[in-house]
């Protein structure tokens, strides 16, 4: 999986990963990403957040999404944190950064937005996924978004075997949909020093890759001076298929 | 060849797909990679279309070529097709789910071009290589194009060995310019609800990867939603040098 | 290293490799590239220029950059060149190729710089590199340029290991200001027949990847015609951790 073999001789360096997973997930989306980290002697934790996992109120909003990252590392006192986010997550990533800077070492985008100061997700959607987003919330009941199969197999897992595919989609929830549209005060993020990477997988798709729109550089490049790593995978096929791939891009993005 | 060792554990699904070459090439241009895709199990048909193979009249219009396309699938009352096209042969199939929409599973574009309604292929090309076509053009006895080998070696295969590049020049014969600077009526196409999906190849520089030119995302993004897969090749030297790569990565944008 | 095994039947044709460094760099840059070179039976050439190596004065002109590498060139009679520039090297061969273009086989940048006529390199930074740069500069007591540790391990060496990021920092002394600022008259580089090819690494992030910056396809593409060759890795690290994988690439680029 890894390509470069002369990485080898290198022991690991030990970290402490909080990965922060995105929308139409859990935090079992990092359960063979976060095996593969350990067995490599990094401390790995993974925070689930509130309107997902066994949470049964999906009416949250961004500031309680936080809320559940920031309360889980500071009530485990967590320090020195590469603090990755996946997809949504990174915008998770950006608030608890602000509240949180001095418990963390880097911060590490994974095909993650990023979003400008005033910024919804919602608004770095391109108009016609932004408008089945709409049309998806107004037909729920509860004010969540369901991703349709069709759509979560071209997108999401463009690469998975169908088998995996279904498997990955099967244990979807519908996605509390208020945090994807509210418009964040990001004034605080752009002023952090903290060192930032951010991982590109060239086969991702869930935002079309070019001008106005895209992972990377259209997001990447909001960071300042940050640290690229590409990898070979789409936006969620390799938690599952490769997750030691993906576990040494997250090592390559947030060692020192 | 195959980048993820994981996805051999999943049988292939069984698919028929229809292969359409692109210009200064003929229907054997798939022969490795329809015998690839054989081997797996697949039905594969690889139709011969006019001006192109055998065919000694070079004064051939696009819809001829389409004809051929759809004619070929008719006759042999073909169903559920991935029907695939090769660069010029994206156009041909743009025609083709025109006319046989029912016939059709999934289109497949493979650093293929997908034009606007009412454009040509020349209005695709960057002035400077759409000037060189039209001086061909103009210095050919019989409406053709015939590629000088340096710009063939260069744009077509230019990752391929001299010999390879050279045994796969042998074989080409001057393209009918006419269906390149046809406009084309595609309101239909862009009406179809046909599944879609886009094969690029990241060493491919027929047209140079940029805003306002380019097979991924500039092309690509016109088919809407679509299921993107990305390969290491480029235009025309995989289909000789790693054919079941290729027919991997067919396979991966072909399946349901 | 090499990705396509079927590249091994055929025999590597033999050239004359004069490879020309970047900045924060020596010819010793070249070592482990050189190497594997020559072991593949080319003739392999790596001229040191003024302001760099064992050269104690830094205050250097471009042209007398350019004359180092000129120089080295008819000092030896070299014939049938294939004359590759990295990074600021790019600029580097484009004067070069002006001053002795019938030496030259063929032009080959590898993450280079492609300067349009009248531009000086610094022109091509995004405003904040810029602004560093000026900055860097202006602390300097002789007009050199330095790089801060964090900057060069997230932007040049961005995939290496810590150890390999120090090791290679290590070595690397102060840059000449003045060759970077200078605007260069590349009226006669714009009429030069000779063929020409960009090596692109996708994970090199020195430009940031986009419209009106980054090597490919913003530089790359002023070449006109060229031979695009795209390969895995960042700006500097593969010359150490993967030389056999950057001589295979540069041999792809400068093969007939």
Redesign the interface.
């Known amino acids: 999986m890894v390509?470069?073999a002369?990485?080898q001789p290198?022991p690991q360096?030990r970290l402490t990963f909080v990965l922060v997973h995105g929308s139409w997930a859990d935090a079992h989306f990092w359960d063979g990403i976060a095996a593969a980290l350990y067995r490599n002697g990094h401390s790995v934790y993974v925070p689930e957040y509130a309107g997902h996992g066994v949470d049964p109120n999906k009416n949250v909003t961004h500031a309680m999404v936080t809320k559940s990252v920031v309360d889980f590392i500071t009530q485990l006192n967590l320090r020195d944190i590469i603090l990755v986010g996946h997809s949504f997550g990174g915008t998770v990533v950006q608030k608890t950064a602000e509240q949180v800077p001095d418990r963390i070492k880097r911060l590490v985008f994974w095909d993650a937005f990023v979003l400008n100061n005033g910024e919804s997700l919602a608004d770095e959607l391109p108009p016609?996924t932004r408008q089945g987003f709409e049309q998806l919330r107004a037909s729920s009941k509860d004010d969540t978004i369901m991703l349709p199969f069709?759509?979560f197999?071209?997108?999401f897992v463009?690469?998975a075997?169908?088998?995996?595919a279904k498997q990955m989609y099967a244990v979807i929830t519908p996605e509390p949909a208020k945090p994807l549209f509210e418009k964040l005060d990001l004034k605080v993020f752009y002023e952090l020093p903290t060192?930032k990477?951010y991982v590109y997988f060239?086969?991702d798709?869930v935002l079309?890759?070019?001008?106005g729109f895209?992972w990377?550089?259209?997001m990447?490049?909001r960071l300042?001076?940050?640290?690229?790593?590409?990898g070979?995978g789409?936006h969620m096929t390799d938690s599952r298929?490769?997750p030691a791939m993906v576990a040494q891009k997250l090592y390559?993005a947030g060692?020192?």
Request: without cysteine.
């Open positions: 390509s470069n002369s990485y290198y360096q016609q069709p759509l197999r071209d997108l463009n690469t075997p169908l088998e995996v060192p990477s060239y086969q798709n079309p890759q070019g001008e895209g990377n550089p259209h990447s490049t300042g001076l940050f640290r690229l790593i590409v070979d789409d298929t490769g390559e060692r020192d």
